[in-house]
């Protein structure tokens, strides 16, 4: 190895540049770093926006508590010692120029890597574009940030709920929401469930039948298109034995800071929604120029080698490979793992002109979680297993796919601890939100209600505000609103309650400008203060010449 | 108990409102608790921003990772089941009228709590006020949030110095700073010293004796504060043969993007730098009118009563209470814990008419741990610990004083594995950063060079920032700009480097925009993007009548 690493040996290697940290890419840099090592000509180089692997089968139990928030991260440069890793956010790929760029990272300089073998192994992302008020209002659950960030929240909603005075907000907070009957929508509506249920215990003054947990599905019955229809008939009664209200053939078509929408017009108040459709191939590779692409999915041969592209590959969930039968290989974690294989194994091919492989491989099985000790397999040969020695097999066959032993090890004793030791709902709090967010709402809903406590400002991106008043009790609409304007000042300024109602007229994007950022930036801009000022004052002068009274008095 | 629940039992019960969720509000409240299970009329309500009690003197073991993240934090729903818990931010306290105003929550309605006897338990806060770039540049250490951001932070920083080719940014980038040699500064010094040297064995590209652990003191001698003069010659000591720089006898006045600056001149280039100095009493407290407060600290009898204020009590780091000899209690744990218990008695005493007691507790001793597997101790009867026995002390002192048995098992499993499983130097990335932030330059600093990725629209809020431009290789100045004007649109607009060098001729303060802000800005608000693109475009037009050339050509 050691004459290998002088510059002329490095001169004749490959540069295998892999670009994401997922199964697919992870297990195709672990077969290039064992082909290197027993003298195949490539050096192997990673780009990832993380510094681990995450093992996303488990997210689900990170959410529940069930292990560690770490239990479930490899460290990838433990797992790959000799591939150099780049933990940077990708900016651009030249297939013409054969290299990636990637962006500013500490320093403002932008980084390109060349490369004589590109893989790409981007995966899947939430992209919740198409539905209105979904970018802004629901949380998506595909990363371990993700997972931790519904925890938290959840346990937020617990706390806030526990001192809510109406029993109607109370209600509300208590609905949990969430979208997609697949794989991953079922196992965070199992593990929210179990989890709810269980901390509501530690509260006194919550109802515990004021708890629902509701899953939307499109189809009849969930995990129908992943499943035998008599595994799906089983996960859907599971499911709603263990108290999940199951809105099956129903669609989410819209959500703002107030509930979900539903087609059809049925509204479920929340505060918490979760979606996990629609998912999409990773947006950057729609910008890579000669990239063949069906639905924003890589069209690869059965080599795993990207058509028309020498030297391009594809692997994982970004990727169509077609298996063995023509029909392409399904999104899932044991498909990347072995194409990863075959990828490796061609690239070395090439460089060496050996024979490439095909990928064949059809299968092991599926497994999924379903709460409650309980889950659904389907085996090779059409064996289905169900219920608790399902669970047993799915925590067996995922704790032995657990890279390294340090981890299998953390995790076993995640799980013991958990049989003997109490469960802690504690909410990590991170403190990152803060700055500038957008709000979405459908036409008819309120954004805020005179007398409400005042903490930010709103502008309007599009849509139109109505805006009233009570006098003498009755509701006065008094004006309204339209794109580019904003609301919300005047509280703000002065400190007091809302003086007004605002209402959505029709549907209504807002930037909302958070009360502590907004007295920041009133501190620091003397100008931008005092042309709120001045509007405020104006508003308030109407507010008192209608109301024939002092504008003052009604905080 | 069940008969004592009536309404008719709780009217006559005295309502305590415990204002904190550190050491000396949960003990109040757990002594409270306990002399109400014994028939004392108390009912007990705790106000905290987070549910759970954080073990501070734990915090470094979170930084170094040799305990798991929530370790150290202890649920209060279990710790205090008898309790009314409100996890909410802490809006006003009006001793005229006896209630307590808590922030909106979900909702947006705040809420009142009134109160028989308050218990102002508030603890201290990092107040980098004061201190120019302070706010805006340095990591306190205070907190869980805080450690977890120290800990990300720094495995940034190994991971983008790993991949950097400039070697002067690569030093700049392995310079960590610590700013304050108290307990908190070392311990802080120490994990951060230990965790690096040992993280960065997982970094190839990274030379060993480019990492740099400073620690900037006032003082002669680290600790000289806290311990006798014997023992913080020691802990300077071991810290220096440690491989910490230790800049004693200087103080940080200043701190920019670019690293610390230090009385009489003399600059750190660094990206990280951690204060643990000044801390101040809670804020709050200032606002509450009628509260006697010397230096912030609230003003109490031995018995723990605020000075002229009936039914209002203080405990902790935010009180300032007499110790037999007449000196006020340390703000250390130790106190605060034996003060609460005397509080919650004089509340009980007050009640029934009894006797109330004075606090009589001068100290068991002090600790120190100072990385490598050594501490300082300093006991009762002038007995000094040093060294290896000392750490151990440390460890078996703090880990009996985790509350429950379970904290304790984890906390033991979690040294346990620490010895027979690797550490994995995990960034844990919760996404948290975004939105609009603030930046401080000193004089003569550069916020940008021509050539630079473009990632940040500023907005000048005080000072004046230099324009110039390279022309025939050098660099000439081509305008001033001054508060209220903004720059870097061009390059954001364009997406292509930064066309111009900006510089700091004064101490400059700058909001900051992020690019992806500024993109979905620009998208949603067509006259937002249009006044920029105007703008850019006469700059543009005036750098090519200057430079007599197409000002495109210069991207």
Chains 1, 2 share one sequence.
């Not at 089968?57 to 928030?69: R, W």
């Not at 790929?93 to 932008?110: I, K």
Request: overall charge neutral; aromatic content about 6%.
């Amino acid at each position: 190895m050691a004459a290998a690493d002088t510059d002329l040996g490095r001169a004749r290697r490959a540069r295998v540049v892999v670009l994401g940290g997922g199964f697919g890419g992870v297990y195709t840099a672990l077969a290039l770093e064992r082909l290197a090592a027993k003298g195949a000509p490539v050096e192997v180089s990673l780009v990832n926006r993380e510094n681990y692997l995450v093992f996303q089968p488990m997210l689900a139990e990170v959410l529940a508590g069930d292990v560690g928030i770490l239990d479930t991260v490899s460290p990838l440069r433990q797992l790959l010692p000799r591939t150099d890793l780049f933990v940077r956010e990708l900016e651009g790929v030249d297939l013409q120029r054969r290299v990636v760029t990637l962006g500013a990272g500490l320093t403002p300089q932008t980084l390109e890597l060349p490369f004589d073998h590109l893989v790409l192994a981007l995966g899947n992302v939430t992209d919740f574009r198409g539905i209105p008020g979904l970018p802004e209002h629901a949380l998506p659950f595909k990363t371990l940030a993700d997972a931790m960030r519904i925890r938290n929240h959840a346990i937020n909603v617990l706390e806030q709920a526990s001192v809510v005075q109406d029993p109607e907000a109370r209600r509300t907070m208590l609905t949990f929401v969430v979208a997609g009957g697949g794989f991953s929508g079922t196992e965070v509506a199992a593990a929210l469930n179990d989890f709810v249920r269980h901390a509501v215990g530690a509260y006194r003054s919550i109802p515990r039948e004021d708890v629902r947990i509701v899953l939307v599905h499109s189809g009849e019955r969930v995990l129908e298109r992943e499943l035998t229809p008599h595994l799906a008939a089983y996960a859907t009664r599971v499911l709603s034995e263990q108290g999940i209200e199951l809105l099956l053939d129903q669609r989410l078509v819209a959500a703002s800071p107030l509930g979900a929408v539903l087609a059809g017009g049925r509204r479920i108040p929340t505060r918490t929604l979760i979606s996990t459709v629609p998912s999409s191939p990773n947006p950057v590779l729609e910008q890579v120029v000669g990239l063949p692409t069906v639905r924003g999915r890589v069209e690869c041969d059965a080599t795993t080698a990207v058509q028309g592209c020498e030297g391009v590959w594809a692997v994982g969930d970004c990727a169509l490979i077609p298996m063995p039968g023509g029909e392409p290989s399904p999104p899932t974690a044991q498909h990347a793992i072995r194409q990863a294989k075959v990828l490796a194994q061609n690239i070395v091919a090439t460089q060496t002109g050996a024979r490439r492989r095909s990928f064949a491989f059809t299968g092991l099985g599926k497994l999924g979680a379903l709460g409650h000790h309980r889950a659904v397999a389907e085996l090779p040969g059409k064996i289905t297993v169900q219920g608790p020695l399902a669970w047993l097999m799915w925590r067996g066959i995922y704790w032995s796919k657990l890279p390294g032993a340090s981890r299998k090890t953390r995790v076993a004793v995640s799980w013991l601890s958990d049989l003997v030791l109490p469960a802690h709902p504690v909410q990590l709090n991170l403190g990152g939100a803060r700055g500038a967010t957008q709000a979405h709402y459908e036409p008819g809903e309120v954004v805020f209600e005179q007398g409400d406590a005042a903490d930010s400002l709103f502008m309007i991106l599009a849509g139109t505000v109505e805006v009233s008043q009570r006098v003498d009790g009755r509701p006065q609409a008094i004006g309204t609103l339209q794109a580019g304007e904003y609301f919300g000042e005047m509280a703000l300024l002065g400190r007091r309650p809302r003086s007004a109602t605002t209402r959505a007229l029709t549907a209504l994007d807002l930037l909302v400008l958070p009360g502590a950022d907004f007295a920041a930036l009133a501190d620091s801009l003397t100008e931008f203060r005092g042309e709120f000022e001045q509007i405020a004052r104006s508003r308030a002068a109407a507010d008192a010449a209608r109301a024939g009274t002092d504008a003052r008095a009604e905080a």
